[in-house]
T-cell receptor, first 113, second 108 residues
Framework: EAQVTQNPRYLITVTGKKLTVTCSQN?????MSWYRQDPGLGLRQIYY???????DKGDVPEGYKVSRKEKRNFPLILESPSPNQTSLYFC????????????FGPGTRLTVL | EDQVTQSPEALRLQEGESSSLNCSYT??????LFWYRQDPGKGPEFLFT???AGEEKEKERLKATLTKKESFLHITAPKPEDSATYLC?????????FGSGTRLSIRP
């Protein structure tokens, strides 16, 4: 089954404790992206990747890091989480570039205390 | 600055009452205009992509249209199962910009 998986689905952590949210897709997609979704603000793009070893900042990259060492995986790293990073996070992937439909993961709800 | 704005924020309709959702956009070098449906607690699900002004696409009770500045999602004779948040997004050469969504509620 074609899908995007994220882990963990739920996470409660404390300020400053490094964490990684994993994202994996099995569709051989080139384009992958991370979003955060906050009430009233919609989905905002954090980082995106056009292909292996090619990543770039979206609209809200501060406090986040990503890597793309393999085509299928695109982890999101929070080196020192803060309470303002409490949010619902989605990973997505698509064929080719940003001009194609995206397939979204189920989401990761992160709470930083 | 690239921007996507959706209106209204929320819309409550009676079953069978047709209406339209609006998406205004300013995206440099627009590659595609997307509509997604999002149910509570789930990831967005793709509905349509529109690539050029004048283009229209349909799926069941939904029809999406595109002009040079706006896109509309028309919903005809909606049913309660059409209740969801509908998201509009524009893509440039590399980035994707989402609107904040329209929360649609259909009463039986």
């Amino acid at each position: 089954e074609a899908q995007v998986t994220q882990n963990p689905r739920y996470l409660i952590t404390v300020t400053g404790k490094k964490l990684t949210v994993t994202c994996s897709q099995n569709m051989n997609h080139e384009y992958m992206s991370w979003y955060r979704q906050d009430p009233g603000l919609g989905l905002r793009q954090i980082y995106y990747s056009m292909n292996v070893e090619v990543t770039d900042k979206g609209d809200v990259p501060e406090g986040y890091k990503v890597s793309r060492k393999e085509k299928r995986n695109f982890p999101l790293i929070l080196e020192s989480p803060s309470p303002n990073q409490t949010s619902l996070y989605f990973c997505a992937s698509s064929w080719g570039t940003s001009g194609n439909e995206q397939f979204f993961g189920p989401g990761t709800r992160l709470t930083v205390l | 600055e690239d921007q996507v704005t959706q209106s209204p924020e929320a819309l409550r309709l009676q079953e069978g009452e047709s209406s339209s959702l609006n998406c205004s956009y300013t995206v440099s070098g627009l590659r595609g205009l997307f509509w997604y449906r999002q149910d509570p607690g789930k990831g967005p699900e793709f509905l349509f992509t529109l690539y050029s002004a004048g283009e229209e696409k349909e799926k069941e009770r939904l029809k999406a249209t595109l002009t040079k500045k706006e896109s509309f999602l028309h919903i005809t004779a909606p049913k309660p199962e059409d209740s969801a948040t509908y998201l509009c997004a524009g893509s440039s050469a590399s980035k994707i910009i989402f609107g904040s969504g329209t929360r649609l509620s259909i009463r039986p």
